[in-house]
């Protein structure tokens, strides 16, 4: 429909915009590599940022800008902490984790090489003759607030309902249960009474 | 900028994604394996609606719709993974065997001795 201008464009004469892509990309997939198969937990964390970070600059070279800085807020700053503390709070083991990796490994190997060839190929076919014209930016601030509160108010009103049940649906999770910790607390006490008898009978 | 540039990056995240998802074994990890797959998802939309210069940008507002969808399934998945490690004292998901079938009843014993082991630490950090 718009992509009328594909004459002087080619695979063999990348523009400038390309290249940077084609680089910002590779950094992105091999950090995202390094999140899947390192060892360290923590460092698969701060991996991940690498990654989030590049596609951020994706975002930016195909011009939609206010999409970008959200990912930056949202997945940097806040999903990234978020991970941090949940391996935090599992008592994640600083140094490497030998079991980090599943025994079906190679299973998993196959089926994501096989899944990536068969995409890549489709998606090569099918765009081979496309072209992004990235001449007037699309994704500016104010054109995405626009659209965003006069065309798609109903979804984003539902979406912070989803939002609210969601922080309501964490903190029931992750209260601790009051019947449970009695339980608990009275097993330590009977516990510890039993220690004693027995450390008075010791003595 | 040619389609097939962000296409085949969005294809190769979604595969890296996805061999995390099967492979890795500590719950956090495939967390964020998922947070890749979304992300390709994500490149994807904002590719093809740049591409298509919709005018409603339907494919910016979706992904921003996907970005805030994504913070709310990571803090679901965390405090669910937090709440087995409580119970279990283990966040490996090879180990979370208590709905399948299978030979290997040996399982049983080592989730019963997790359990006896879990909750004896919990008694512990109350007592």
């Known amino acids: 429909m718009t992509l009328a201008a594909t004459a002087p464009q080619g695979f063999l004469s990348p523009t400038g915009v390309e290249i940077v892509f084609l680089l910002v990309g590779v950094v992105t997939l091999g950090a995202a590599l390094i999140t ?4 360290q937990l923590v460092h698969a964390a701060l991996w991940l940022v690498v990654t989030l970070g590049g596609v951020a600059v994706e975002y930016l070279l195909l011009t939609a800008e206010f999409i970008a800085w ?19 709070l599992t008592k994640a083991p600083i140094g490497p984790s030998p079991d980090a990796d ?7 190997l196959a089926v994501a090489g096989g899944a ?13 003759t496309q072209w992004i014209d990235l001449d007037t930016a699309q994704g500016s601030t104010g054109d995405v607030g626009a659209i965003l509160f006069r065309h798609w108010v109903l979804p984003f009103e539902a979406l912070s309902v989803l939002l609210l049940a969601a922080l309501v649906g964490a903190i029931v999770l992750s209260r601790k249960n009051g019947t449970t ?17 027995r450390e008075e009978g010791k003595s | ?17 996805l061999y995390g998802v099967l492979a890795r074994r500590n719950a956090i990890l495939v967390l964020m394996s998922v947070e890749l797959m ?17 005018s409603l940008h339907a494919g910016q507002a979706l992904t921003l719709f996907t970005i805030a969808i994504a913070a709310a399934e990571i803090g679901i998945g965390l405090a669910i993974v937090l709440m087995v490690y409580r119970n279990r004292g283990t966040s490996d998901v090879d180990r979370l065997r208590d709905t399948a079938e299978g030979p290997d009843d040996d399982t049983d014993d080592a989730d019963d001795t997790d359990e006896a082991a879990a909750a004896a630490k919990k008694a512990e950090a109350t007592a």
């Open chain 1, 36 to 39: 899947v198969t390192s060892k």
């Open chain 1, 70 to 88: 959200m990912q930056v807020l949202i997945y940097v700053g806040s999903v990234v902490v978020l991970l941090l503390f949940g391996l935090m």
């Open chain 1, 102 to 108: 599943s025994g079906n490994r190679w299973a998993a």
């Open chain 1, 116 to 128: 990536a060839a068969a995409l890549v190929w489709v998606v090569v076919d099918a765009f081979r």
């Open chain 1, 181 to 197: 910790n009695e339980e608990s607390r009275q097993g330590s006490q009977a516990r510890e009474a039993s220690e004693g008898r």
């Open chain 2, 1 to 17: 900028m040619h389609l097939a540039y962000p296409a085949v990056l969005a294809a190769l995240l979604f595969c890296v994604g």
């Open chain 2, 38 to 54: 979304l992300n390709a998802v994500n490149l994807n939309l904002v590719a093809f609606d740049v591409w298509l210069r919709d």
